[in-house]
């Protein structure tokens, strides 16, 4: 994706269009657009091959709030984060698929899950500096989400709604997963 982005970066130089002080700006731009827009259509050719969107979309309405604002595990370069977030989302949907939990079960899950995430609180990663407000925004923003996502819940209990329950459920088991290991090997960093 970086080769990509330079090419593209100094083929709009060379026509004129940017100046040399904004080429580092527009290479880490386009490589940040390209590395977004792969991983978004890889997740939704992998969502439509197992008939799974609206799950896939719920998936990541719930996926990226939480790590966003709660952090942890980083992956050191992009074709690593890349594998990973597909074998998450492609293990989740699988699992959503060919499995029933039963309801209670899974909000049991759930819950533990939350809890822990919270427990454990934001992961700040060494090439991120984040200072006491960035945290407390970060919290705050945590705690939302996962207000939202108990409301939800209470929701698919009530609907009898076991298949989105269950999927919620693992989805807050990767993100504790992810922010346990993040911590753990943050803190030596």
Do not use: W
Not at 150 to 168: G, K, V
């Amino acid at each position: 994706m970086e080769y990509l982005a330079k090419k593209l970066t100094n083929y709009i130089f060379e026509k004129g269009i940017i100046t040399e002080d904004g080429i580092e700006i527009y290479q880490y731009g386009f490589q940040c657009f390209l590395e977004l827009s792969a991983s978004t259509i890889c997740s939704i050719i992998i969502a439509l091959l197992l008939g799974m969107l609206p799950e896939c979309l719920f998936f990541f309405l719930l996926f990226i709030p939480i790590r966003s604002f709660g952090g942890g595990l980083h992956m050191k370069t992009y074709f690593a984060c890349f594998i990973g977030s597909c074998f998450i989302l492609t293990s989740t949907l699988l699992a959503v698929k060919y499995l029933t939990v039963p309801l209670l079960i899974s909000f049991v899950v759930y819950i533990a899950a939350a809890i822990l995430i919270l427990v454990i609180g934001p992961v700040d990663h060494p090439n991120r500096e984040v200072d006491a407000q960035d945290n407390r925004t970060f919290i705050r923003r945590t705690h939302f989400t996962i207000l939202i996502s108990f409301l939800l819940a209470l929701f698919f209990i009530y609907s009898q709604n076991t298949r989105y329950m269950f999927l919620q459920a693992i989805v807050f088991i990767f993100i504790f997963a992810t922010s346990l290991i993040g911590r753990l090997i943050y803190r030596h960093a």
